[in-house]
Each structure stands twice: as structure tokens, then as C-alpha cells.
């Protein structure tokens, strides 16, 4: 069983940034790729980034590409999503999510593929 918990997000303007970050409690939290999704009122779950289980491997979606940096400290079991030149588009509640490493693929864009959740952080930028 792993527990996520979410931090770090705030009201900011467009331009500006935020480090989310997301504390795991549990075992073996090297094991799991972890990934952060976010959702925006009205729209589907969207991925954002993602993470291998030893931080070798990273993936993007494309509207965040070059803005936004996906890091994790395995020592301290969290897992952060640096947000920089925000705009108003981001604006979602932003989830993290783990999925344990069972081999083969290294790529998780699904939510579906995704073990535990965390409760969720909003994020809103201004214009």
C-alpha cells in the first residue's frame, strides 16, 4: 500500500511557477514509476509527466514541453513537478500517481495503468 500526498500548489500569474511536490508513505517507493496528471473543470484527466522508478527515464506531454520538469528523491520517497512560464491553460487540480514497476514497458501515459492516487492539488494562474 502506498499514500500519496500532494503539496505545493497556489494561485499564480500567468509567467510565474510552482514546485509541486508528493510525498509517498509506504514501501519500496523505488519501485514505482510515478506520474502526474492533472484535470481542469470540465475536461478529462490529461498526463502530464512522468517518471521511471530510477529517475533514468522521463516523459512529457507535449503542452508542457520545455516548461515543465519532473524530478524525484528516492531517499525521501517525493517526487516534484517543477511548473515554469505558467498560463492560464494549466490551470487544473493537479494529481500524482504511482505505478509499480512489474517490467517491460517504461511508459505510463494512461491513468489506467496507475496503482494509487493522491487526493489532489489545485493549481489556478491568472491572466
Known amino acids: 500500500q502506498v499514500q500519496l500526498v500532494e503539496s505545493g500548489g497556489g494561485l499564480v500569474q500567468a509567467g510565474g511557477s510552482l514546485r509541486l511536490s508528493c510525498a509517498a508513505s509506504?514501501?519500496?517507493?523505488?519501485?514505482?514509476?510515478m506520474g502526474w496528471f492533472r484535470q481542469a473543470p470540465g475536461k478529462e484527466q490529461e498526463f502530464v509527466a512522468q517518471i521511471t522508478w530510477s529517475g533514468g527515464s522521463t516523459y512529457y506531454a507535449d503542452s508542457v514541453k520545455g516548461r515543465f520538469t519532473i524530478s524525484r528523491v528516492n531517499a525521501k520517497n517525493t517526487v516534484y513537478l517543477q511548473m515554469n512560464s505558467l498560463k492560464p491553460e494549466d490551470t487544473a487540480v493537479y494529481y500524482c500517481?504511482?505505478?509499480?514497476?512489474?517490467?517491460?514497458?517504461?511508459?505510463?501515459?494512461?491513468?489506467?495503468?496507475?496503482?494509487?492516487w493522491g487526493q489532489g492539488t489545485q493549481v489556478t494562474v491568472s491572466s
Open positions: 509506504g514501501r519500496a517507493f523505488s519501485s514505482y514509476a
Open positions: 500517481a504511482a505505478k509499480f514497476y512489474t517490467g517491460g514497458v517504461y511508459y505510463y501515459p494512461s491513468p489506467d495503468e496507475y496503482d494509487y
